[in-house]
């Protein structure tokens, strides 16, 4: 499989892009979606083998992709509410409630410790770089832990009043670390996405405005300043950190409020989820939804269709895996078109491209001096016969000069002699005028 989704129903699925199928991985039968309904989603592992996975009930289940087995493995006690962030840190596994119970559990189920955080957390999420965390919820600033002390780091600061001078709420849907930037991310329902630097202050130092509805998730990209952002109308857009508060891009396909977003780590692709009931995968880069060509013959590709999986449930949580079934099949057609290339390389000859059925107008190495020309010399020219050649070519150079052509318009023949007038033609360009007769002209003739 290459997506692993969860549903409000708490339906768990598993969706081959290859094939353009999903799979229940689960009984629909035996759920209700009152309890079963998939809160949080993550991997368990650095090899995507193993997938942690929250129910509303705050049952923590360990789905085995290998085994294709999926067990209960704890069950989260103390305060209320569903489930809102999960994190893995080395065996470890922190879970985080809506009233802001935060607990850390070892790889023996029992609780290794435990704080509150504030009431109304809406997101938990943990930073891959170091043992910290960020919560943040509805009236719930911004906050960051310590796993291994259990203490605060830091804490943001609400933004300044508005023009009227009334409090902005607060109103957290989202936030993640940034890699390598020791920034961090927060999106609210105020259609707004701030960019904190705890290094510096404790108000954001960047805010980006997506549209005019609550923007609902968010997700890394394989660039480390580009992220992606959702809103609950479906518009989902392209943002780049570093100077752009605009978005850079937006992707359509999308109907209803998208509740998940999942970038690739090393590839410009995106897979996201929502109420609507599609898995949809988009290409960074084309801006567009993936799509697939099938090959009908050798020549004729067709059939094209794109990524858009129907799953017959509302979505609440996807994961996109590493390894692809659509980028082996991007690399065997690259390797198969390069070992196609080299197959039609090896056909040409010095005529030009030689198909199968020309192979009696080839003419084989040991023939090809048999047939070929031979070359005649020339001979030199001696010293006398190269004075002769320069004479001619001097003779013929002076009869040209001495030759007079006389154009036809500018010509006025008048012949004096004793007896009649005789009617004289007009010369020949190549002739010159004879001496004996007197011609009269109106202007010069012209050399050549």
């Not at 922190?94 to 009233?99: D, I, K």
């Not at 192979?359 to 002769?388: G, N, Q, R």
């Not at 002076?398 to 004289?424: F, G, H, L, T």
């Amino acid at each position: 499989m290459d997506c692993y989704i969860g549903a409000t129903t708490g339906t768990f699925k598993g969706a081959l892009l290859k094939d353009n199928t999903f799979e229940n991985l689960n009984k629909v039968s035996t759920l209700d979606p009152k309890s079963d309904e998939i809160t949080s989603m993550i991997w368990n592992d650095d090899q995507q083998t193993e997938i942690l996975i929250a129910r509303m009930n705050r049952d923590l289940q360990l789905y085995d992709i290998e085994q294709n087995e999926q067990v209960s493995i704890l069950t989260v006690t103390g305060g209320t509410g569903p489930i809102k962030g999960l994190h893995k840190l080395d065996e470890k596994i922190v879970t985080c409630v809506e009233s802001g119970e935060l607990q850390v559990w070892n790889d023996k189920s029992e609780t290794v410790s435990e704080w509150k955080c504030g009431p109304g957390v809406a997101v938990m999420r943990g930073s891959d770089e170091k043992p910290e965390i960020v919560t943040g919820g509805m009236k719930n600033l911004l906050k960051t832990w310590n796993l291994e002390t259990g203490q605060q780091v830091w804490s943001a600061k609400n933004v300044p009043p508005d023009m009227l001078g009334l409090e902005i709420p607060i109103m957290i849907t989202d936030a993640r670390f940034i890699p390598g930037e020791n920034t961090i991310l927060e999106a609210t329902k105020l259609h707004e996405m701030r960019v904190y630097d705890p290094r510096a202050q404790r108000r954001p130092v960047k805010k980006i405005v997506f549209m005019e509805n609550p923007i609902m998730c968010t997700s890394l990209t394989n660039k480390t300043n580009q992220i992606l952002a959702a809103n609950s109308i479906g518009e989902m857009g392209l943002f780049d950190l570093r100077s752009k508060v605009h978005p850079m891009c937006k992707f359509k396909g999308q109907a209803g409020s998208i509740r998940s977003i999942s970038g690739h780590p090393t590839m410009p692709l995106a897979a996201s989820v929502g109420i609507d009931r599609f898995l949809r995968v988009h290409d960074l880069q084309t801006r567009k939804m993936v799509h697939k060509v099938r090959q009908l013959s050798k020549d004729l590709f067709f059939s094209i269709f794109e990524f858009q999986i129907y799953c017959k449930a509302r979505l609440n949580r996807v994961l996109l895996r590493n390894e692809l079934s659509i980028l082996n099949d991007r690399k065997s057609a690259a390797k198969k078109e390069i070992d196609e290339d080299e197959a039609e390389y090896g056909k040409m000859t010095e005529d030009g491209y030689r198909s199968e059925g020309d192979d009696d107008d080839v003419i084989e190495e040991d023939d090809v001096w048999d047939v070929m020309e031979p070359v005649a010399k020339k001979k030199k020219m001696s010293h006398d016969d190269v004075e002769i050649v320069e004479e001619v070519e001097n003779q013929k150079a002076k009869r040209k000069r001495k030759a007079v052509v006389v154009p036809e318009e500018e010509i006025k023949e008048e012949v004096e002699s004793d007896d009649d007038v005789e009617e004289i033609q007009k010369p020949s360009p190549k002739k010159t005028l004879k001496s004996g007769k007197k011609v009269l002209l109106k202007k010069k003739a012209r050399k050549v």
